[in-house]
C-alpha cells in the first residue's frame, strides 16, 4: 500500500519532501511506498528514485482518458494531471514530466542529467502521441559492441544489471521493443534461464521482446536455426522454437538466406517455420536488405514472394535516406526500391523501417568520424514513413563515438508533442540544442555544412577507409560502402591522373569552411 502523506502542504513549503507524490481523492500518496511489478509501478518508483536525485519534487494525479493513443499533462495549482486512456500512457507521460518540466534528460544507457530551465519550452498542457505502435531498437551484437557479451554470457560481470540499464533507457525514451542478435556461439543451456530473467524484467517494464536468428546464415556467427549438419532439424527447430516461446520471447526476427547478397533461398521451410510458429504464440518478421533485385550475387529477392504473415523489415545503411539521389552502397544508386517496398507491401502484411544510426564496420568507426548526416537522414526518413509503417525498429551499433547521440535522438523523434496545443517542430539538431542550448539555426547549420561535403558531394567516398572487399576484387566484388573512383592503389601511387576527380571535393571543403557556422561570442 501507499504510504499517505498527510502533512504534504507543510512538508512541501519547507522544502523537506522530495521525489514523486500521487494524488487522489483521500490523499496524497509517496509513489516509493508502491509495490508491484507493472510498468505502471516501476515507473512511478522509478520517478520517485530519479526526482529524489537531483532534490526535485512532484505530484501528478493520474485520469483514464477516452479514446487516443498517449497522453496529455495538464499542470494544475498543486499537481499535474496525466491524462491516458492506458497505462502504458502513463507511463510515457511520467517521463515526459521529467523530461520536459524537470529538465531530466536520459541520453545515454548509463548517464542521467539535468538541463538548464532555459533549454525546456514553457508549457501548461503537453501532449504526446506516439508516431509508430512500434518504437524500439536492435542492437547488432554480431559485431563486439557494449552489450553483445551481457546479452549472451550469464557470467559476465554484472551483465543482467546493464542489460536491464539498457532497457530502462529504452523505457525512458518512449521505446516499447527491443531486440538483439543472437550468436551461434552461445552456450544455449546456461544461456535459456539467464536470459528468461532479461525477457521477464523487459515485459514489467512494458517492453516487448524479439531476437534475430537465421534459418542458416552463413555471416558473423548468426544463431542458426537449422544448422547444416543437424539431424533432425525438424526436431531441433521445434525445440529452439518451443524454449524461446517458453521464456516469453515475443518476436523472432529471422533472417532467410545465407548471406546478403544471396536471394531467394528459404523454399519450404518459410511455411514450416510459421505455422511452428503460430502454434506457439510467436509473431515473425524478417528483412529486406538493401540491394536492389538486379545486384544479388546469387538469385534475387522479391519481398512479394514472402508469405503474408511474416512482418517485414526494410532496411537501409549507413547515413543515407530513403529519398537520398545518391546511396552508392551495395550497388545501389538510391533507395528508392527500399522506399517503393514500404508503399506496397503495407497493403499485404505489417512493415517497419529499419534504418541505422552506425555502420560499424570501417565506414565511420575503425577510423572514427562522427557523421552528422545521421541526424538529418534519421529525421527526415522519420517524417517520411509517419503513418506509412507499424513500427519503427532502430538498427543500432551501440553507443560508441557519439552513436549515443544518435540514438537517442531517433527515441525522441518518435513522437509528437504539442505545447499548449501547437506542435513545435521538430529538427535533426533538436538534441544538441537540449543538451548545450544555443540557436537550432546554428547547429543545424553545422549538420548541413558536414552533411552537404560528406554526402552530397560523396566526400565520403574519399575519405572512408578501404575494405578487404576492395583489396580482393576492386572488379568484380560489389562495393559494401562509398569507395574511390578507381582502386586505391592506382590513386595513391599517381594522385595527378585522378586530379579531376579529386579536386572539385578539396574545392567543395573549401566553400563549406567559409561557410561554417559563426558561433555565438557569448
Known sequence: MWRVLRLWGFWGMMGFAQGLFVWSGDGVYAARGLMG??????????????????????????VRALGGAGFSLLQKET????????SLGWVYGLYALLTEKHGLIFPHPKEISRVPPAHLPSWQRLEGTPRFLWRGFHLHTQHPIELTEPLHDPAFPAGEALVRSYIDWLVRNGQNYFEFCLLRTVDWDRWV??????????????????????????????????????????????????????????????????????????????????????????????????????????????ASDLPPAFTLCVHSVMCYGLLDTLTPVYRCKNFAHLYESIRTERARRPVWYYPETAYWVTFDNSVPVW????????????????GLVEGHLTFSSGWDVGYWLFDWSVAGWSWRLRYDGVELRSSPAEKLVRLFGGDTAVWEGLIRFQDSVLVGRDALSWITPTTPIDELGWRWLPPFQPRLPAPPWQVYRRPNRYRDRWMPHVEGLRQAAEAWPRWPTE
Open 37 to 62: 511489478a507493472s510498468p505502471l509501478a516501476h515507473a512511478l518508483r522509478d520517478a520517485d528514485t530519479l526526482l529524489a536525485r537531483f532534490r526535485l519534487a512532484d505530484t501528478i494525479e493520474l
Open 79 to 86: 499537481r499535474c494531471q496525466l491524462l491516458s486512456p492506458d
Open 193 to 302: 534461464p539467464y536470459f528468461a530473467r532479461i525477457v521477464a524484467y523487459a515485459h514489467e517494464r512494458g517492453v516487448a521482446v524479439g531476437i534475430d536468428l537465421s534459418l542458416r546464415m552463413q555471416q558473423q556467427k548468426a544463431f542458426q536455426l537449422l544448422p547444416r549438419y543437424t539431424l533432425s532439424k525438424h526436431h531441433y527447430l521445434r525445440e529452439k522454437l518451443e524454449a524461446l516461446a517458453a521464456i516469453g520471447v515475443d518476436r523472432l526476427n529471422i533472417e532467410l538466406t545465407s548471406a546478403e547478397f544471396v536471394g531467394k533461398d528459404w523454399g519450404r521451410w518459410a511455411n514450416r517455420l510459421l505455422a511452428y510458429a503460430d502454434s506457439l504464440g510467436l509473431k515473425l518478421m524478417t528483412r529486406q536488405h538493401v540491394p536492389p533485385p538486379e545486384a544479388y550475387a546469387v538469385g534475387s529477392f522479391t
Open 371 to 386: 557523421l552528422l548526416s545521421y541526424l538529418r537522414s534519421r529525421w527526415e526518413d522519420i517524417q517520411l514513413v509517419d
